[in-house]
């Protein structure tokens, strides 16, 4: 069973129900009849019922059953726009500008996951990160004692030698350009969790990427990713992550066991913190590209889990990601 079925499988057992703000969206249509259809989870298409209805015939979905609000004519936009209000005035909102943003549809889903009428959201097929993450760290936030929100990306590698039978978890791959030695702290006990809560893996291991490995090399950037490792052991004491590390010596036993001997991570690790943005996306890519591994991505940190698309989305991304977010709300 490949890592995206054992996710679906977590997630018909406990189904979740997932606001999609871009709901006369085709491919988010046909991809909540196939959530619906499967049992995978309670999906909700925000948006025009008309318009929606317009586009499940013409794509040939079938809909019954599945939950359409209009926030214009919705009862609790009110309610909403109160709560928007009462969260945002101290920025400046005025509860006229409230009572404008909530019939969007995305302040309005936000809104639905802030109240807990939604457990998660997903977006993506046709707006920007910056459209979803903007309101979400306005009104959801991050999770007490996480001080960013970041990406993680689950790499189900053909090579089943590597990380946890084949699973890597990689961060941040999206968000965070250039993060400091305490935010990779941050990301690196977020990506652990990420790896534990949706990748079922029970021991994560975490190598902090870099160049040099146990100090072979001398640069700010090595010392930035030592310093990494001394913030993480503060915050998450319990967590096994060692670095600074080169690639092959974070998954490769002997180079590990040469290069860092008595780590409890080298040659071993499944959750792989690279340095910065560069680092991570062109990583994620040479092993997707190259490496022939299956790749989904996840945002993480958040109190409620909101995850993005790429707006070339497939309907199967959108099911997968809905999945994903639906495993993450269990947590």
Known sequence: MSMIQKIKAKASANIKTIVLPEGDEERTVQAAAILKKEGLAEPILIGNSDNINAVAKTTNSDITGITIIDPALSDKAPLYADKLYELRREKGLTKEDAEKLILDPMYYSIMMIKLDDADGLVSGAVHTTGD??????????????????????????PNKELGENGLLVYADCVVNPCPTAEELAYIAVATAETA??????????????????KGSAKHELVTKMQEAVEFAHKIAPDLMVDGEMQFDAALVPSIGASKAPGSPVAGRANVLIFPDLQAGNIGYKITQRIGGADCFAVLQGLQKPCNDLSRGCSVEDIVNTVVMTAVQAQA
């Open 132 to 157: 979803m993450l903007r309101p979400a760290l306005q009104v959801v936030k991050t999770k007490p004692g996480m001080k960013l929100v970041s990406s993680s990306f689950l790499m189900d590698c």
């Open 196 to 213: 534990k809560n949706l990748c079922g893996i029970e021991e994560p291991r975490v190598a902090m990427l870099s160049f040099s490995t």
